[in-house]
């Protein structure tokens, strides 16, 4: 980002504070300024922990993304490994990718019932929403990535007699290798919109249950400071994960 570009942004930033300022100004709805007071009480001890529903901003926010973690990374590994299938087998890929657009469609909270029904867990259930709104985007990149791989390289492989394994790891991850990224970052930020829902309606300890806790509380300041950690959050997450795709992404 250029200096112009930031000027830019800084300015714009001021200007959506003077009107947020503007049309709270004399109404029951927060004030930037407000915010900015509980910010500071909520981050002057970010880590402590006073119980099982008393902890800091920190530590929900370690939740959420450990949860994030674990669902995301599962899905990715399930993803990867039946995308890199079903795009070596363009046929049975044509067949099944209605149904897989059709699952990918589906909010993974329209799951959410019917998996706490039958786990009656609340902490798998919300692993299990967020593996669902990763799986999808990352399945689906991931075969088409694959089937569209140049023959010219799969036949290179089967003249030199390349064993199954090295032919994966050096010949179709690498040559699929920036659908593959494009999905993955499409599921990363599927999975963090799912995971706070989740929390929020299962009470799961992190952002989601912070959020719905203070609603609870009737504390819309703290409301409106939860949604803006949670942004920020995905902001920097969404960019570690960019940093890292680049370093993982195949360029001639």
């Known amino acids: ?56 901003i ?59 029904y039958s786990v009656k867990d609340s902490g798998i259930t919300a692993f299990l929403v967020v593996f669902m709104a990763s799986l999808w985007p990352t399945l689906a990149n991931t075969a088409f990535g694959v089937a569209n791989i140049k023959k010219d390289y799969l036949n290179v492989a089967a003249i030199l007699q390349i064993s199954p394994l090295k032919t994966l790891l050096r010949i179709i991850l690498p040559a699929a290798g920036p659908t593959i990224v494009a999905g993955l970052k499409i599921s990363m ?32 300041t703290s409301v409106v400071f939860a949604i803006l950690v949670i942004g920020i959050v995905g902001v920097i997450v969404d960019f570690l994960f960019s940093r890292l795709s680049r370093r993982l992404a195949y360029t001639d």
């Open 58 to 116: 920190g530590i929900l926010a370690a939740y959420s993304i450990g949860r994030l973690a674990a669902g995301f990374g599962c899905a990715s590994v399930c993803a990867v490994l039946l995308g890199v299938w079903l795009g070596r087998r363009p046929i049975l890929f044509a067949a099944l990718n209605p149904y897989i657009q059709i699952l990918r469609a589906i909010s993974p909270i329209a799951w959410m019932p019917l998996l706490l």
């Open 189 to 220: 930020g599927s999975a963090w919109v799912a995971v706070i829902p989740a929390e929020a309606l299962l009470g799961s300890m992190g952002l989601g249950y912070f959020v719905w806790n203070e609603w609870n509380n009737l504390s819309l």
């Open 1 to 56: 980002m250029n200096g112009r570009a930031i000027i830019l942004s800084c300015s714009l930033g001021c200007l959506m504070l003077l009107l947020w300022h503007v049309a709270t100004a004399g109404s029951e709805l927060p004030t930037p300024s407000a915010v900015l007071k509980v910010a500071r009480e909520f981050l002057r001890s970010p880590f402590y922990d006073a119980g099982p529903n008393d902890k800091g």
